[in-house]
């Protein structure tokens, strides 16, 4: 967390040299407010359990081995025809825009396409009427999602076997955020924060070779990390739909991260007021059930057939183009998160735009590219080798938006303020951060050709995981110096 952020302060601040020396002593006075409160929400406020009103990442906890039974062990074919078992009931948010699509209908559909900066050429469907395949496949009577949804198999780790679901969706909405200053607090969509075309996520199941039917870890994608839940621990730790017995995992209100629990709003990073996560709901009417016609096999890179049916899977090039720059904007949704609403005029909604930008982002979003299963480190593994910002930052519990409104000091603050339209008289602009890293497991038994950047990480090494290694003063140290550097040239 601590590049990603330095990153974007630095280019904050390159950015404001091109300010006004009016305009930089203002830039000033609003990050030397946001340093006040991010340094001070922690402090008044303290790390407690989270309340109802949303959840805190983890990791899940769930890497220790697993131990197998004696018996049979079940071959490569017994695992495909038990893979529908297996594989998720997927729920949906209410307010959901973008569902699951079958990944050869959207290439069948897609052009082939070259950008100048880009190694990899790609398809994509924008610059065409693309809204039907972008909202994704249609549901049938009983709400259930017409999609496929695709998996790989492997041997893993000597006596398991080791499936990944790959979720396809055409596109990739914005960041969920929230931000509470005093008595004032906004639930948003910020845009184009996280907006990319196409996103693929995945869920790992691994079970033993002699027992098909028990599943003994689930691997859930967010993101960049995967959260691995123990199922040795019961029920609970890995939910089941009561009704198929399959896995039962939470999209993310546009992001389409997976969670195994309904919880509201998953919080994945937190800084003083502003808290980013995914919201995930249970629509009734929209769903996708596995069944044993829809959920398909990919067969290995080198092993798949000569056949057009699969020039999807061999496609090595990125899967969407690269987002224009565009404006950012609000969409702010009520308070039960059931249905978007105006956003209101008040100095929090001021401070966001103002930090964020109103100016068009001056660089398209190129990291934000996806490629195919076969060409994807995570498909052959079930722990991620990133973590989730907040859990790097070595905070696990802390506060919910709902539980710090009308803290008296935020309140004081909020009345130093100036006006909303000073704010955003100054708008800032900020770019993307660099993109995650690309490692693999060195667990992993197949692996299609990889990208030439991907590096094999051994287990225990130092960078299997930095959970808890606190980086929050380290950031703080820089930001202030940041400060100060703005400071001097403005005045």
């Known amino acids: 967390?601590?590049?990603?952020?330095?990153?974007?302060?630095?280019?904050?601040?390159?950015?404001?040299?091109?300010?006004?020396?009016?305009d930089q002593r203002r830039a000033v006075l609003l990050l030397l407010l946001l340093s006040m409160v991010m340094n001070l929400v922690p402090m008044v406020i303290g790390i407690e359990t989270s309340g109802p009103s949303c959840s805190v990442q983890t990791t899940g906890g769930g890497l220790s081995r697993s131990q197998c039974p004696n018996g049979p062990v079940a071959t490569l074919e017994q695992a495909k025809e038990n893979a529908w078992r297996l594989a998720p009931v997927v729920k949906f948010h209410p307010l959901e825009k973008y569902y699951m699509e079958s990944m050869p209908v959207w290439y069948s559909l897609s052009k082939l396409e070259t950008q100048d900066g880009l190694e990899k050429e790609y398809r994509t469907l924008l610059g065409g009427n693309t809204d039907a395949v972008l909202s994704g496949a249609p549901f049938d009577e009983t709400g259930a999602s017409t999609a496929d949804v695709?998996?790989?198999?492997?041997?893993?780790?000597?006596?398991?076997?080791?499936?990944?679901?790959?979720?396809?969706?055409?596109?990739?909405?914005?960041?969920?955020?929230?931000?509470?200053?005093?008595?004032?607090?906004?639930?948003?969509?910020?845009?184009?924060?996280?907006?990319?075309?196409?996103?693929?996520?995945?869920?790992?199941?691994?079970?033993?070779?002699?027992?098909?039917?028990?599943?003994?870890?689930?691997?859930?994608?967010?993101?960049?990390?995967?959260?691995?839940?123990?199922?040795?621990?019961?029920?609970?730790?890995?939910?089941?739909?009561?009704?198929?017995?399959?896995?039962?995992?939470?999209?993310?209100?546009?992001?389409?991260?997976?969670?195994?629990?309904?919880?509201?709003?998953?919080?994945?990073?937190?800084?003083?007021?502003?808290?980013?996560?995914?919201?995930?709901?249970?629509?009734?009417?929209?769903?996708?059930?596995?069944?044993?016609?829809?959920?398909?096999?990919?067969?290995?890179?080198?092993?798949?057939?000569?056949?057009?049916?699969?020039?999807?899977?061999r496609f090595g090039g990125n899967w969407g183009k690269l987002i224009e720059p565009m404006p950012v904007t609000l969409a702010c949704l009520s308070d039960d998160t059931t249905k978007y609403v105006d956003c209101p005029d008040s100095s929090a909604k001021s401070l966001i735009i103002?930090?964020?930008?109103?100016?068009?982002?001056?660089?398209?979003?190129?990291?934000?590219?996806?490629?195919?299963?076969?060409?994807?480190?995570?498909?052959?593994?079930?722990?991620?080798?990133?973590?989730?910002?907040?859990?790097?930052?070595?905070?696990?519990?802390?506060?919910?938006?709902?539980?710090?409104?009308q803290r008296d000091a935020i309140q004081e603050m909020n009345t130093t303020m100036e006006s909303p339209q000073d704010f955003q008289s100054n708008p800032v602009v900020t770019e993307p951060a660099p993109p995650p890293r690309d490692i693999l497991d060195s667990e992993q038994v197949y692996m299609a050709p990889p990208p030439p950047s991907i590096r094999m990480v051994p287990p225990g090494s130092d960078q299997e995981s930095t959970a808890g290694e606190p980086a929050f003063h380290i950031v703080h140290v820089f930001f202030f110096m940041g400060i100060l550097l703005l400071a001097a040239n403005a005045w």
Request: charged share 20%; net charge negative.
């Open 354 to 405: 103002s930090v964020a930008g109103t100016q068009e982002l001056s660089e398209p979003l190129a990291e934000q590219v996806m490629m195919g299963p076969l060409f994807r480190p995570a498909n052959y593994q079930i722990k991620g080798t990133e973590i989730a910002p907040i859990i790097e930052s070595g905070v696990t519990e802390l506060k919910c938006p709902d539980d710090i409104l």
């Open 150 to 313: 695709y998996y790989t198999v492997q041997e893993y780790d000597g006596d398991f076997w080791l499936f990944n679901f790959d979720l396809f969706f055409g596109w990739n909405g914005c960041s969920n955020q929230e931000f509470v200053l005093g008595s004032q607090q906004l639930r948003y969509l910020m845009c184009p924060a996280g907006v990319h075309e196409t996103d693929l996520e995945r869920m790992s199941v691994l079970v033993c070779k002699t027992d098909l039917n028990t599943i003994k870890k689930i691997g859930y994608n967010q993101h960049a990390w995967s959260e691995v839940r123990d199922c040795d621990a019961g029920i609970e730790s890995c939910p089941r739909d009561p009704s198929t017995g399959n896995p039962i995992v939470y999209a993310g209100l546009e992001s389409h991260a997976l969670y195994p629990e309904n919880n509201g709003f998953h919080v994945y990073y937190n800084l003083g007021p502003l808290f980013v996560g995914d919201r995930t709901g249970d629509d009734p009417n929209k769903f996708f059930k596995p069944t044993e016609d829809n959920v398909k096999y990919i067969p290995p890179y080198d092993a798949l057939p000569n056949t057009d049916e699969w020039d999807w899977a």
């Open 1 to 22: 967390m601590d590049t990603d952020i330095l990153f974007c302060s630095r280019k904050i601040y390159l950015l404001t040299m091109v300010m006004s020396r009016r």
